[in-house]
């Protein structure tokens, strides 16, 4: 859980969520998803309700550029963020499968995909200054990990900074004020969220698009029609 972080935060993050009453369940990979539920380490678990959580798909780029892709379906880029023989190319953000100096993937998140862009805008000014490049490969400079985990619960990894709890849950939320572009953006979401904590507001919401029909009422209604 949260394999990103030190291990003394994701255990942490672990007994907040149980807490919260949830079951948490390792080393199990679900092997069948129905309409009745879904089957984990070869156990049934009956549900109505699934969520599926565990990652997107990357972008068809690779499909129609007709390159190489890694597993997730992200563009190999090289050094500089530009496809194999064809320097005229950039890929970034999370299209792209960029290995960093100590040979990991650079996740795909977004100061990754801030930092891959103002790379490749200094690259292509420099082409167009018809100045030889004089950029050194790519290196993404890691700023932290922060995770919500609850209402008034996060956690926080920033190197030597590690904080959980109420203190990173304001953390968090003063770093994403300070990420927002401009001013009137920062004023709005911060008056939203003093409005939602002051009066418990949840702003999470599940849109169904109405109520399923019963399987099993179905096929007796159409039983019976014959």
């Known amino acids: ?19 919260l009453g949830v079951e948490v369940s390792f080393g199990q990979p679900v092997t069948e998803c129905s309409a009745e539920g879904v089957v984990y380490g070869g156990q049934p678990l009956p549900a109505k309700t699934i969520i599926w959580a565990a990652g997107v798909t990357a972008s068809p780029a690779a499909r129609w550029l007709k390159t190489e892709a890694d597993r997730a379906g992200r563009v190999i880029v090289g050094a500089d963020l530009t496809l194999p023989l ?27 995909a801030k930092q891959e862009g103002q790379y490749v805008a200094k690259l292509i000014q ?29 956690v926080v990894d920033m190197g030597r900074l590690k904080l959980r709890g109420a203190m990173a849950w304001w953390f968090w939320k003063i770093i994403h004020l300070y990420f927002l572009i401009g001013t009137r953006n920062r004023l709005s979401v911060a008056i939203s969220w003093i409005w939602n904590h002051s009066i418990g507001y949840r ?9 399923s029909p019963d399987p ?10 014959e």
């Open 216 to 225: 099993d009422k179905s096929a007796v209604h159409s039983r019976s029609e």
């Open 86 to 112: 064809h320097p005229e190319i950039f890929v970034i953000g999370d299209t792209a499968a960029v290995t960093g100096e100590d040979g990991r993937m650079i996740p795909g998140i977004a100061p990754a």
């Open 126 to 154: 420099s082409r167009l200054k018809d100045e030889k490049p004089v950029l050194k490969p790519f290196r993404y400079r890691h700023q932290g990990n922060l995770a919500t985990i609850g209402r008034g619960l996060a």
């Open 203 to 211: 702003g999470a919401r599940i849109i169904t698009g109405g109520k």
């Open 1 to 19: 859980m949260l394999t990103a972080f030190p291990e003394s935060l994701s255990e942490y993050t672990r007994q907040s969520l149980e807490k």
